[in-house]
């Protein structure tokens, strides 16, 4: 595909369960970024990725958020014991080179919702 | 108060009008994006910026970074171009955006 691709698109689920949501880059993006959006505003920074490692982590909002890309590319956003303030619409970018110089683009998102 | 702050809000104009968003940011910044978001979330990248003026068909961004600001401008608006844009920040110092909370256009046949 030429795009980002996120999966799921939507995800319900119960209060205190443990999700992961899935971001496939574009090919050959070095940097790989996830965001959170809450309903009227604009996106948050949760973790950014240059190549495996995450250069920022600073706006993930407590150790119940955890994003690994182990080989570079595809990148998993892990949510344990979920909260209700949890849902929102979880959105990746890709660039090709990092540090925030260069053309986002952006993936649908997966709208998280915690019942 | 935000470190990037978009005016108006939320904006009603009518086809063919001259649209102006602003973007006022108070950290020192490397670059500046401009985003369209429509309806059911999928983002756009429109501009990147760090200097200048940018053009692409109707659409035009231009950046002060003295006065640490940015406009978006569309020319002879059109129905489709209604959608939230948004402006975000990429700071000198770290590689994280910072995003204002979007500007909601309406443009009306």
């Known amino acids: 595909g030429a795009g980002v691709s996120q999966t799921p698109s939507n995800k319900v689920t119960e209060k205190g369960k443990y999700v992961e949501l899935r971001c496939d880059p574009i090919s050959g993006h070095t940097a790989l970024y996830w965001y959170r959006q809450s309903l009227g505003q604009g996106p948050e920074f949760l973790i950014y990725f240059q190549g495996t490692g995450a250069a920022d982590d600073s706006g993930l909002p407590n150790d119940r958020f955890f994003a690994v890309r182990p080989e570079g590319s595809v990148s998993t956003l892990k949510i344990q014991r979920t909260e209700r303030g949890d849902s929102a619409v979880y959105l990746c970018a890709s660039s090709l080179t990092g540090g925030g110089s260069s053309p986002l683009h952006f993936g649908n998102g997966t709208r998280l919702t915690v019942t | 108060k935000n470190e990037v702050e978009q005016s108006p809000q939320n904006l009603t104009a009518q086809e063919g009008e001259f649209i102006t968003i602003n973007c006022s940011y108070s950290v020192g910044i490397s670059a500046l994006h401009w985003l369209q978001q429509h309806p059911g979330g999928g983002i756009v990248s429109l501009f990147m910026?760090?200097?200048g003026k940018k053009k692409h068909g109707r659409l035009i961004a231009t950046i002060n970074i003295q006065e640490k600001h940015s406009s978006l401008h569309i020319t002879a608006s059109h129905p489709r171009d209604s959608a939230v844009y948004i402006c975000a920040a990429k700071e000198t110092s770290g590689s994280r955006l910072t995003f204002g909370e979007g500007t909601q256009l309406t443009v009306n046949p």
């Open positions: 910026l760090s200097s």
